[in-house]
T-cell receptor, first 112, second 112 residues
């Protein structure tokens, strides 16, 4: 079946640094990649939608300069959290759309 | 704006019980509805997808029903097992290829 490989699975970084999260669709072409954020015991909140080769569309309240999304190919999308702060600590999940939706395994980001 | 609600928020049952998880959505004009499972700190695994024209879908011990007109779906789990312990999320897709709107999930614990 379709697989989205998400890396890293967890990362700890210092406040002020940037962190890149990668999502690769391994056996299908993800024309669209969705990026979600999830707080403990809460549901998934859509942050942005990216289509291959075009700029991402961000949800209201999500800072596009802070959460940089690149979808340069049909199999790779990246989310970079720039100048991370402790309040950015969260669980980030990507979802690739090819045949239905396939979710990555998530990245636990902790900013100290 | 579509809103998805899941009841109960948490459920604890002894092994072997049959149980029902509920999901309701405010806008009945949906393309499909999906049920996902999420284990702690992990991504989402798709369990069942019901197209808007369908009434139910079954997979093993799982049965999902959809009543689009009333904006409701249920996930029935038969003969629950400790391995079923997880958070169950329902999500609606309003049009083909559009975002998924998630409920906040039901955290299920099946006690041996």
């Amino acid at each position: 079946g379709a697989v989205v490989s998400q890396h890293p699975s967890w990362v700890i970084c210092k406040s002020g640094t940037s962190v890149k999260i990668e999502c690769r669709s391994l056996d299908f072409q993800a024309t669209t990649m969705f990026w979600y954020r999830q707080f403990p015991k809460q549901s998934l909140m859509l942050m942005a939608t990216s289509n291959e080769g075009s700029k991402a569309t961000y949800e209201q309240g999500v800072e596009k300069d802070k959460f940089l999304i690149n979808h340069a190919s049909l199999t790779l999308s990246t989310l970079t959290v720039t100048s991370a702060h402790p309040e950015d600590s969260s669980f980030y999940i990507c979802s690739g759309q090819g045949y239905g939706y396939t979710f990555g395994s998530g990245t636990r980001l902790t900013v100290v | 704006k579509q809103e998805v609600t899941q009841i109960p928020a948490a459920l604890s049952v002894p092994e072997g019980e049959n149980l029902v998880l509920n999901c309701s959505f405010t806008d009945s004009a949906i393309y499909n509805l999906q049920w996902f499972r999420q284990d702690p700190g992990k991504g989402l695994t798709s369990l069942l997808l019901i197209q808007s024209s369908q009434r139910e879908q079954t997979s093993g011990r799982l049965n999902a029903s959809l009543d689009k007109s009333s904006g409701r779906s249920t996930l029935y789990i038969a003969a629950s097992q400790p391995g079923d312990s997880a958070t169950y999320l329902c999500a609606v897709e309003e049009t083909s290829g559009s975002r998924l709107t998630f409920g906040e999930g039901t955290q299920l614990t099946v006690n041996p």
